[in-house]
């Protein structure tokens, strides 16, 4: 079992940065693939970035990419999403889960969910 807690959200200004990380309970960490996800008011919850059981492979969607950096620590059981030059539509609650499969792009294959964490974006 895995819990997690995100933090790090807040409001910002257009183009402006945030860093927001997920702090990881369990000692097996390192075996689950980590993703980050987004869920603006009246829409579905959509796919952000995901990152591998080691880091090496990563995915973005596509609104996304050059813009934010998904990354872990399987030191400190965090995984982390930098988000630059954002925009008033990345506003959303943005949530961290974990998988058991090395890394997935699907919501469905995520097993844990955090709570949450609130990105506000102004214009």
């Known amino acids: 079992q895995v819990q997690l807690v995100e933090s790090g959200g807040g409001l910002v200004q257009a183009g402006g940065s945030l860093r927001l990380s997920c702090a990881a309970s369990g000692r097996t960490f390192s075996s689950y693939g980590m993703g980050w996800f987004r869920q603006a008011p009246g829409k579905e919850r959509e796919f952000v970035a995901c990152i591998s059981w080691s880091g090496g492979r990563t995915y973005y969607v596509d609104s996304v990419k050059g813009r934010f950096t998904i990354s872990r620590d399987n030191a400190k059981n965090t995984v982390y999403l930098q988000m630059n030059s954002l925009k008033p539509e990345d506003t959303a609650v943005y949530y961290c889960?974990?998988?058991?499969?090395?890394?997935?792009?699907?919501?469905?294959?995520?097993?844990?969910w955090g709570q949450g964490t609130q990105v506000t974006v102004s214009s």
């Open positions: 889960a974990a998988s058991s499969r090395v890394v997935s792009r699907s919501k469905s294959e995520y097993a844990y």
